[in-house]
């Protein structure tokens, strides 16, 4: 019954049809059954060619279902004069001699033909052939009626995002020219190309729009500024390009942050609060604009902050907070780069009524289980309240370190046999290697995309700069054939952008040399030797940033404490862009408010507070430091010293609290903890440990209330920052951390390696 119904629905419409065709109407075809319901004609809608130039085009059909149909076509031309198309949709700019077999295309005139291709009575959208003279050259030139508000420093526009004034804009016109008698380009031929295409390689520093004069296409664009930064403006048409045009968008001068409503850069409030936090960013015009600036915070485990500048407190503790505008989604493609940051960040400190319960992850990095290939070594979490060790999970190789990505899902283990990424957060953890990448984890980025490893083990000493997307790495080879030693060590700016690392190597000449290297996720590595052949063992060192990001310091021991801007000049050598503090430290911590940093020169402590000067900045000075080509902010640094002890030391961990107000400082050989009140300056206090063990290793909870120290007791000892005092030991048996799987003598392995779970 249902295949009779279908026969006579079908004769019924035929029959209606046919009588509609006897009254004079047509109808269209019903598409299915290889009658197409849209055919599409490429290229389109238009196309321009030279005289005697041939051009393709290729029809596709779609049925009623918008799926793809297989048909025949037929194509025309509304002016075979100009333009004739042969059966296969092969045009000719003039006549072919065949359109079934065509092979000469003898040359017509100039003008215009519309061509269309059809299908069982169904006709495509038209394209439009402008047939022309060669071109040889297309010139671009601004139109000066058409420009936009009185342009910045350097011909500069100011952005059309956010801003808070008319956005400016200019419009180009292309014209194409062909030769003279002479062979010149100087015949304008505009009026007959038809309109031109336009592209800009850095889309979003500026919009582009092409102009018409009622509705006839007249070689005009309108470029509207947008993100700051600079691209090349060019306009294409029939094979022919035009040479680029710059256009910039003013970039960003300067970036100051303030917290809302109340203003200034200090939050203290109770966790789980929220809070907003303005940026007022100005060009070097001097207008304010809104651009995408990359939000950081040092902290996640107690502060987030979203692409909007809104805080949030997920933890008791300190963190910083800053913005940057840095490449790519801001002052882009300029040369020299521009990145540019707050001189004050925000310094936010959130309180609670109990200490967060973190996890703890200790493992050994005894080098007798290294050695044995029979010996298995373990991570081991530490977690509630009273603390109780978990079910280690089995590490494929012996950790020479353990860090944690922010956010805590992630921890990175270094090794000699390769770098082991852990998915804490899974259950049972899973663990991946990249045994091609060896070593101690120096750094891993805030923003977890890339982390260093630095390998001076190894007869060829090296550091990898490992990539946590592709898992790819890129190695810097720091050794000479002679080297017998090295020292290294590394960290990132707040925003990811940079990384500053310091090798120090020495030979068997115990001669020593120090390199800085300057590693960007947007430029060319950089280098520079900040001594070479000095009779000196490696030092102790260290590196860190300013919290606001706009200098990093280098912490060189024995010489003095150097520093350098974030935003340095390619133009000239790293050596002659170092400043110098007048300070010799081994270790350094950021201050989170951003005013300066702490170091330690066993016995004392060092405060160094940084002052960034020549605020606010005159129009068109870039907001990048000296020796930055005519730039105007520096930065001064004063230094103060504090006696921590009577006698020199060897720190086993020097901490800054996360809100900035204490400093804790383990001590090789001595159960005694230092503590420090950055706040109330009063002279330095001790916490002791519980049976007066030997401290192994030691990391601060996110909310600085609870130092963990592991010592050779075997235990790890959870001190009580608040009260003051040792108050819980857990034992960490040694076949916890390590085990032979049969024979041979079970190794002493003691908890040496620790890390909190933010």
């Known amino acids: 019954m249902s295949r009779f119904r279908s026969i006579l629905s079908a004769v019924l419409t035929a029959a209606s049809a046919a009588a509609l065709t006897a009254c004079g109407t047509s109808v269209a075809p019903t598409p299915g059954f290889g009658v197409p319901a849209v055919i599409k004609l490429t290229p389109t809608p238009t196309a321009s060619v030279d005289l005697g130039s041939t051009l393709q085009f290729s029809a596709s059909a779609l049925n009623g279902t918008r799926a793809p149909l297989t048909t025949t076509f037929s194509y025309s031309s509304t002016n075979p004069a100009v333009v004739s198309i042969a059966s296969n949709g092969l045009a000719c700019a003039g006549t072919w001699d065949s359109v079934t077999t065509p092979v000469v295309c003898t040359p017509g005139g100039v003008g215009q033909a519309t061509i269309t291709a059809s299908s069982n009575g169904v006709v495509s959208a038209p394209t439009i052939v402008y047939v022309h003279q060669h071109i040889a050259q297309i010139s671009v030139s601004p139109i000066a009626a058409n420009g936009g508000p009185p342009t910045g420093p350097g011909g500069c526009y100011t952005s059309a995002a956010g801003s808070l004034i008319t956005a400016q804009a200019q419009s180009y016109q292309a014209s194409a020219l062909s030769d003279d008698a002479a062979g010149q380009p100087t015949v304008d031929v505009t009026s007959s190309v038809g309109p031109f295409s336009w592209s800009t390689s850095q889309p979003a520093v500026a919009t582009l729009t092409p102009l018409n004069a009622l509705g006839i296409p007249n070689g ?366 081994s270790f350094l911590r950021p201050l989170p408010d951003g005013s300066g940093l702490i170091g330690l020169a066993p016995p004392n402590l060092i405060v160094i507070k940084s002052i960034i000067n020549g605020l606010p900045l005159g129009p068109g000075l870039p907001g990048c430091p000296i020796p930055f080509p005519q730039a105007a902010l520096s930065v001064s640094n004063s230094v103060s010293a504090v006696p921590l002890s009577a006698t020199p030391f060897t720190p086993v961990a020097f901490i800054l609290s996360s809100d900035g107000q204490k400093v804790y400082l383990v001590i090789q050989s001595s159960p005694a903890i230092i503590v420090y009140d950055l706040i109330r300056q009063l002279p330095p206090t001790s916490l002791a440990l519980v049976g007066n063990p030997t401290p192994l290793a030691a990391a601060l909870s996110p909310d600085g209330q609870t130092l963990y120290v592991s010592a050779d007791d075997g235990k790890l000892h959870f001190v009580n920052t608040v009260s003051g005092g040792d108050a819980y030991q857990l034992a960490v048996p040694s076949a916890s951390l390590c085990t032979i799987a049969s024979g041979g003598q079970q190794p002493s392995c003691l908890p040496d390696l620790i890390a909190v779970r933010p």
């Open 220 to 585: 005009q664009v309108r470029a509207d500024a947008h993100t700051p930064g600079m691209t090349q403006i060019s306009a294409f048409i029939a094979n022919s390009t035009s040479a680029p045009l710059p256009f910039t968008t003013c970039p960003v001068q300067s970036i100051a942050l303030s917290v809302n409503p109340t203003g200034g850069t200090i939050i203290n409030a109770a966790k789980g609060t929220s809070a907003g936090v303005s940026a007022t960013v100005t060009d070097t015009a001097g207008n304010q604009i809104s651009p995408t600036l990359t939000w950081s915070s040092s902290n996640t485990a107690v502060a987030t902050v979203s692409s909007s500048g809104v805080i949030s407190s997920p933890g008791v503790g300190g963190a910083t907070i800053t913005a940057s505008c840095i490449a790519p989604t801001c002052n882009i493609n300029l040369s020299p780069p521009q990145p540019i940051y707050p001189a004050t960040p925000i310094g936010a400190t959130y309180t609670g009524t109990t200490s967060t319960p973190f996890s703890v992850y200790v493992s050994s990095s005894n080098p007798s289980c290294a050695a044995n290939l029979r010996c298995t070594a373990f991570l081991v979490p530490i977690s509630g309240s009273p603390p109780l060790a978990g079910t280690g999970t089995q590490l494929p190789s012996v950790a020479t370190s353990v860090d944690f990505a922010p956010g805590g899902a992630t921890a990175y283990l270094g090794s000699q046999k390769g770098l082991m990424t852990a998915a804490v957060s899974s259950n049972p953890p899973t663990i991946t290697v990249s045994p091609s990448v060896t070593g101690s984890v120096l750094a891993v980025s805030p923003d977890d995309r890339k982390v260093i490893v630095s390998d001076t083990l190894s007869p060829v000493k090296q550091i990898f700069i490992f990539d946590t997307a592709s898992r790819t790495s890129t190695s810097l080879v720091i050794s000479a054939p002679n080297t017998i030693a090295a020292r290294t060590r590394a960290t990132f700016s707040p925003d990811s952008l940079k990384a500053f690392i310091l090798a120090a190597t020495t030979d068997q000449n115990n001669l020593l040399t120090t390199t800085l290297y300057v590693y960007s996720t947007q430029f060319a590595l950089q280098a520079v030797a900040l001594s070479t052949g000095a009779p000196a063992p490696a030092p102790l060192m260290d590196v860190a940033f300013l919290a606001n990001g706009m200098f990093g310091y280098l912490a060189l021991g024995n010489s003095p404490t150097s520093y350098l801007a974030t935003c340095d000049n390619p133009g000239q050598t790293l050596s002659s862009q170092l400043g110098t503090v007048a300070a010799t430290t």
